[in-house]
T-cell receptor, first 109, second 113 residues
Framework: GENVEQHPSTLSVQEGDSAVIKCTYSDSASNYFPWYKQELGKRPQLIIDIRSNVGEKKDQRIAVTLNKTAKHFSLHITETQPEDSAVYFCAASESNMRFGAGTRLTVKP | ETGVTQSPTHLIKTRGQQVTLRCSSQSGHNTVSWYQQALGQGPQFIFQYYREEENGRGNFPPRFSGLQFPNYSSELNVNALELDDSALYLC????????????FGPGTRLTVT
């Protein structure tokens, strides 16, 4: 089955800096790669996703890149703000979704 | 917030007991996936139901079972509860199986003592 690895497990940045989270996946059949943000005590919220026929997608301050050959994808957050502090999860799916272990992002004011 | 609801919000059970958790999917969604999220970890895939049939299962023992009803709501049943079953149980609904956005419910926090 699919195996998703996510790095780093924790990330601390200064407000205004950029943050990058990286994931690798094992199943070449995976074709859908979402990113979720989970705040303490709340449900995961979809923030951006990308499909295997696209190499990059951007939505305001967040962007995702996908390298199908290398089986890795990354989340980029620019101009970070304290409210970006949360746990971020990547996932990969062909039929069923598998999640990475998460990255705890802390943005210091 | 999504239109996905779960009940109950919290539950405390004793080891060896059985539990049923419920999930109502978002309107128009025919697929429900269930996940177990232990503290500090990512959601672990339990199984998925698509149009009332199981459509994939993660690495969970048979004492984890489920159902999907004609209105696409779903139940997760866990028999012979163990201490390690203590976790947040999340369901997520989507338009169909495969590469579609999944929208999560608020979760059920299960504590096994």
């Amino acid at each position: 089955g699919e195996n998703v690895e996510q790095h780093p497990s924790t990330l601390s940045v200064q407000e205004g800096d950029s943050a990058v989270i990286k994931c690798t996946y094992s199943d070449s059949a995976s074709n859908y790669f979402p990113w979720y943000k989970q705040e303490l005590g709340k449900r995961p919220q979809l923030i951006i996703d990308i499909r295997s026929n696209v190499g990059e997608k951007k939505d305001q301050r967040i962007a995702v890149t996908l390298n199908k050959t290398a089986k890795h994808f990354s989340l980029h957050i620019t101009e970070t703000q304290p409210e970006d502090s949360a746990v971020y999860f990547c996932a990969a799916s062909e039929s069923n979704m598998r999640f990475g272990a998460g990255t705890r992002l802390t943005v210091k004011p | 917030e999504t239109g996905v609801t779960q009940s109950p919000t919290h539950l405390i059970k004793t080891r060896g007991q059985q539990v049923t958790l419920r999930c109502s999917s978002q309107s128009g969604h025919n697929t429900v996936s269930w996940y177990q999220q232990a503290l500090g970890q990512g959601p672990q895939f339990i199984f998925q139901y698509y149009r009332e049939e199981e459509n994939g299962r993660g690495n969970f023992p048979p004492r984890f079972s489920g159902l999907q009803f004609p209105n696409y709501s779903s139940e997760l049943n866990v028999n012979a509860l163990e201490l390690d079953d203590s976790a947040l149980y999340l369901c997520a609904s989507s338009l169909a199986t495969g590469g579609y956005e999944q929208y999560f419910g608020p979760g059920t926090r299960l504590t096994v003592t």
